[in-house]
């Protein structure tokens, strides 16, 4: 049974930094890339940043270039998210989700951690 286990969500105030964690286990994960997304209330859920398992390259939304970084650690399945300079609006459920190589979809969710951050 694969699973995605979300770490390191919390409070912060602006300005401050967060380091999320996303830990693959199961003998059947199989992934081509690892997707954070966030949801904040009332909004619908957004992309914010992907890193793929071979060769590391990456990509981000557009309001997070410059201040989150998303790493992976592939001996131990693990993406990283480390989010600076956090502003309010950054304020949502974060979740990781695995893409499957040659498809637009998503195979494996997170259950999602809580990121707020206060003015």
């Known amino acids: 049974q694969v699973q995605l286990v979300e770490s390191g969500g919390g409070l912060v105030q602006t300005g401050g930094s967060l380091r999320l964690s996303c830990a693959a286990s199961g003998r059947s994960f199989s992934s081509y890339a690892m997707d954070w997304l966030r949801q904040a209330p009332g909004k619908e859920r957004e992309f914010v940043a992907r890193?793929?398992?071979?060769?590391?390259?990456?990509l981000y939304a557009d309001p997070v270039k410059g201040r989150f970084t998303i790493s992976r650690d592939n001996a131990k399945r693990t993406v990283y998210l480390q989010m600076n300079s956090l502003k309010p609006e950054d304020t949502a459920v974060y979740y990781c989700?695995?893409?499957?190589?040659?498809?637009?979809?998503?195979?494996?969710w997170g259950q999602g951690t809580q990121v707020t951050v206060s003015s």
């Open positions: 890193v793929i398992w071979i060769g590391g390259g990456t």
């Open positions: 989700a695995s893409r499957a190589a040659g498809t637009s979809e998503y195979n494996y």
